[in-house]
């Protein structure tokens, strides 16, 4: 797959095997979803894998503060996005961890898991059983999504 996910430790291979193997993975009405392959390398309409950045960028109020949101987008690649009720995103750090973030301050994040695997085991013990350890860690959007 190459692309913003070329490089990044622990899980960049179960990643790109992931997003290969589908084309859209959402909640039914459209507003949570996994980035795909063809996410990555689409144009970005109507919705771009890399728009959280993109508005933390526009909103930075010096050039430094541009400098630090680049510097931390270079570490972080989104692999899910949610937009319904506020922006927020799951994104693989350069070290393989599993971090969620949300607006205002995109780049405030906090661990979900500490690599992709997993993540995606959890998301799977969430349908075997309710309040798991696993399933406190998500974010309170996706346990909603994908119950």
Known sequence: ????????????????AWGARFG??????????????EDYNASGEPFAWDEFR??????????????KIAAFWREHVPILLGVADNYWYLAVRSDGVVV??????????????????AL?????????????????LLPRELTATFQ
């Open 120 to 136: 995606l085991t959890a998301i799977a013990a969430q349908g075997n059983a309710a309040n798991t350890p696993e399933t406190v």
């Open 24 to 37: 859209e993975l959402s909640s039914s009405d459209q507003t949570v979803w996994f980035l795909s392959q």
């Open 1 to 16: 797959m190459g692309g913003p996910l070329s490089g990044f430790e622990g899980s960049s291979a179960l990643l790109e």
């Open 100 to 117: 969620s973030g949300r607006e205002p301050e995109f780049e405030a994040t906090d661990q979900i898991a500490p690599d992709f695997r």
């Open 54 to 67: 993109r508005i933390s960028i526009e909103a930075a109020v010096s050039e430094t503060e541009k400098l």
